[in-house]
């Protein structure tokens, strides 16, 4: 918000302004033209001058703001357009694609890890690069009950969020093995999946999410919802999973997509308490 004495500092150059030619033009009717000529050069100089050039810039940064504002007001009622409740996928799916999804949310443990573990789906994140979003790299992720858990990235912790390591908290033992691996592009993969897909917008605050049912018939929607972190909420409302905080707006997709607890307290019951 603009303090009253800011807002009416940022109009006073408008004001001078119109004055300045309400005074011209009234000195020229009058036929006092020598004056009028005086106000023009007065007010040519005044405008070369520093303050003039202040003047100048207090109108054109006013005149920029109310543009922009217009525009993020356009931007906001199309995001608006974007949405569609989420429903419930038509199968049972054994894998789940995280394609250009930002997973550095308020969630503590990695989103990959944590749904891993606790649906048993195998979980694939793709990272896009550029203004293009070309293809960078993918990784999947999969848990599984092993007595062996060595070699590579794999591990039987779940690792952290920045977030977490903000909290210094500690990556978490879990009762599986979570084997990660780097695999080739798998963007025109036709295994069954659920996928949820970010949708470039241009503006961080109208980013929308779609999530569909990728199948070798193509892909069915089950919904756009657009997650606003400033505001800690998910447009459209989801009904939340019990224990799943809606800031984590990463968990609270898949938990409603799947029907699945999905909270830092579900993933608790796979925790292994280990001896110093």
């Known amino acids: 918000m603009i303090p009253a004495a800011g807002f009416f500092l940022l109009l006073l150059p408008i004001w001078s302004i119109g004055v300045i030619c309400l005074l011209f033009f009234g000195l020229l009717i009058f036929g006092r033209i020598p004056y009028a000529i005086g106000v023009a050069m007065s007010a040519i100089a005044g405008a070369l001058s520093p303050l003039g050039t202040l003047s100048m810039w207090s109108v054109s940064a006013v005149s920029e703001g109310i543009k922009l504002g217009k525009l993020a007001r356009e931007l906001m009622e199309k995001c608006a357009t974007d949405y569609v409740p989420l429903k419930k996928p038509s199968a049972k799916y054994d894998l789940i694609v995280l394609d250009d999804i930002d997973t550095g949310g ?17 979980v694939v994140t793709i990272t896009r690069v550029g203004l293009d979003f070309q293809f960078s790299e993918a990784w999947e992720t999969m848990a599984e009950h092993s007595n062996s858990c060595v070699g590579g990235r794999d591990s039987a912790k779940v690792r952290l969020t920045p977030r977490g390591s903000q909290r210094s908290m500690a990556p978490l033992v879990v009762d599986v093995c979570l084997r990660r691996t780097k695999i080739p592009d798998p963007s025109r993969n036709q295994t069954p999946a659920i996928v949820l897909r970010n949708i470039p917008s241009g503006a961080d605050y109208c980013r929308v999410t779609e999530v569909v049912e990728h199948m070798e018939s193509g892909d069915v929607e089950l919904g756009r919802v657009h997650p606003a972190s400033y505001q800690q909420r998910i447009y459209p409302n989801p009904v939340l999973p019990k224990d799943v905080p809606q800031d984590s707006w990463l968990l609270v997709l898949p938990s409603e997509v799947l029907r699945q607890d999905l909270s830092e307290k579900a993933l608790m019951a796979h925790a292994v308490t280990t001896k110093k």
Do not use: I
């Not at 308020?106 to 195998?122: C, I, K, S």
């Open 106 to 122: 308020e969630q503590n443990y990695d989103v990959a890890d944590t749904v891993a573990v606790l649906t048993g789906m195998r």
